[in-house]
Each structure stands twice: as structure tokens, then as C-alpha cells.
């Protein structure tokens, strides 16, 4: 069973960066895509950004392309752990919501996160508590 667990939200200036970090475990090896979502305020849940846990990028949202950059510490990741990362800046009050990492048994011949960034998260079976980012002067 996979856990995450989502951290370094907070409160920030537009204009400013915060790096979100999500740790996760229990994978059983690297047939995985993980993502970040977020959601929000009166609005549905999108997706962000994927990658392969092998650390290869899968897509961005239009609306961050360019501004955020979702990383994997290869360094520390093994087959059971993986740490992931998404770098935000030149935030906009538009970015906050609240933020979750989810991650799921890649399926051969699918494509993960492509297409509406609101139906990313339909196949994704595990999910973090989420961490809320607050862009606001």
C-alpha cells in the first residue's frame, strides 16, 4: 500500500517561490507515475505536474509550464521510497490551493497526464493529505 505524505506549503507573496516536497513509499518497483494536484477553492482538482518514477517528466499544465518544475532525488530514491519535488515560482495568487501528491501503478499503453489537466487525477489510486499554498500580498 502507498503512502504520501505532502510538505512545505505555506504563505507567500505573489511573485515569491515555495518548494513543495511529498515522501513517498511503499512502492514495489518503478512502474509508477506520481503526480501533483491541487484544488482550489470552489473549484475541481487539476493536475500539475507528473513524472515516471525513474525521474522522467511526463507533462505540466499549461498554467505553470515555465514557472514550476517537479524534480525526483535520485540520489535518496530506491525502489520502496521515492522523493519528489515541486519547485514554484513567480507564484500568483491563481496558484493557491491545496496541493497533493498521488501516485499510481503505471498501465502499459496509457498516457498519463495528458489532455485536460482535470481529468489527470481520475487514475491516480493513492493520494497524500495535501499541504495548502497561499499566494497572497
Known amino acids: 500500500q502507498l503512502q504520501l505524505e505532502e510538505s512545505g506549503g505555506g504563505l507567500v507573496q505573489p511573485g515569491g517561490s515555495l518548494r513543495l516536497s511529498c515522501a513517498a513509499s511503499?512502492?514495489?518497483?518503478?512502474?509508477?507515475?506520481i503526480g501533483w494536484f491541487r484544488q482550489a477553492p470552489g473549484k475541481e482538482r487539476e493536475g500539475v505536474s507528473c513524472i515516471s518514477k525513474s525521474g522522467d517528466i511526463i507533462n505540466y499544465a499549461d498554467d505553470v509550464k515555465g514557472r514550476f518544475t517537479m524534480s525526483s532525488d535520485n540520489a535518496k530514491n530506491t525502489v520502496y521510497l521515492q522523493t519528489v519535488y515541486l519547485q514554484m515560482n513567480s507564484l500568483k495568487s491563481e496558484d493557491t490551493a491545496v496541493y497533493y501528491c498521488a501516485a499510481t501503478l503505471r498501465r502499459l499503453g496509457y498516457f498519463y497526464c495528458s489532455g485536460s489537466p482535470g481529468t489527470w487525477g481520475m487514475v491516480f489510486r493513492s493520494w497524500g493529505q495535501g499541504t495548502q499554498v497561499t499566494v497572497s500580498s
Open positions: 511503499g512502492f514495489t518497483s518503478d512502474r509508477y507515475v
